[in-house]
T-cell receptor
Framework: DTAVSQTPKYLVTQMGNDKSIKCEQNLGHDTMYWYKQDSKKFLKIMFSYNNKELIINETVPNRFSPKSPDKAHLNLHINSLELGDSAVYFC????????????????FGPGTRLTVL | DQQVKQNSPSLSVQEGRISILNCDYTNSMFDYFLWYKKYPAEGPTFLISISSIKDKNEDGRFTVFLNKSAKHLSLHIVPSQPGDSAVYFCAAPLRGSQGNLIFGKGTKLSVKP
């Protein structure tokens, strides 16, 4: 029973298209995240979201937008895809901050490999 | 500007020996650190963490050491097993965020039988 799932696993599309990647977690967590792993293998935070706050990494183009229909889902919409968007995108979830010096671990999905042609 | 650095892209170790993976950071505001392990075509999985109020945390074969003055941490795996072969990422949550993780570039560990 997968804790954090993403669909699709692979996505190949043309430049200029609009696409979405879905993410679902069944852990009851209240915070979800999107990370991008680029061709140089850097894993970088794109967004974090709970029911109160969306934090956007300032380097993320506004063509990328997270959409959360409910607490268990955080989908990633990408408009006008560009070649440089090709990467592996990981969704993650956690119980969020426990306060003080305790951070709860994040559970990652298996990733979605996006290829823009 | 990399706030978390893993300067060794790869490490090869014989089965049964110790693996030492290193990580340096530049942001003195970091107060918690995590190690993640990643197999090909899978997402990262949490391995072990350490708070800045400690200098060591141990979990079975895995021990993380933190040297705050040097802004350096290391992950020790003893004894190393072939199943430990994976990419290991060092990460730290960004303060003021919702635990958004800043990752190092990763070190690929190969444990040879």
């Amino acid at each position: 029973d997968t804790a954090v799932s993403q669909t699709p696993k692979y996505l190949v599309t043309q430049m200029g298209n609009d696409k979405s990647i879905k993410c679902e977690q069944n852990l009851g967590h209240d915070t979800m995240y999107w990370y991008k792993q680029d061709s140089k293998k850097f894993l970088k935070i794109m967004f974090s979201y709970n029911n109160k706050e969306l934090i956007i990494n300032e380097t993320v183009p506004n063509r990328f937008s997270p959409k959360s229909p409910d607490k268990a889902h955080l989908n990633l919409h990408i408009n006008s895809l560009e070649l440089g968007d090709s990467a592996v995108y990981f969704c993650a979830s956690s119980q969020g901050l426990a306060g003080g010096l305790v951070y709860n671990e994040q559970f990652f999905g298996p990733g979605t490999r996006l290829t823009v042609l | 500007d990399q706030q978390v650095k893993q300067n060794s892209p790869s490490l090869s170790v014989q089965e049964g020996r110790i693996s030492i993976l290193n990580c340096d950071y530049t942001n003195s505001m970091f107060d918690y650190f995590l190690w993640y392990k990643k197999y090909p075509a899978e997402g990262p999985t949490f391995l072990i963490s350490i708070s800045s109020i400690k200098d060591k945390n141990e979990d079975g074969r895995f021990t993380v050491f933190l040297n705050k003055s040097a802004k350096h941490l290391s992950l020790h795996i003893v004894p190393s097993q072939p199943g430990d072969s994976a990419v290991y990422f060092c990460a730290a949550p960004l303060r003021g965020s919702q635990g958004n993780l800043i990752f190092g570039k990763g070190t690929k560990l190969s444990v040879k039988p």
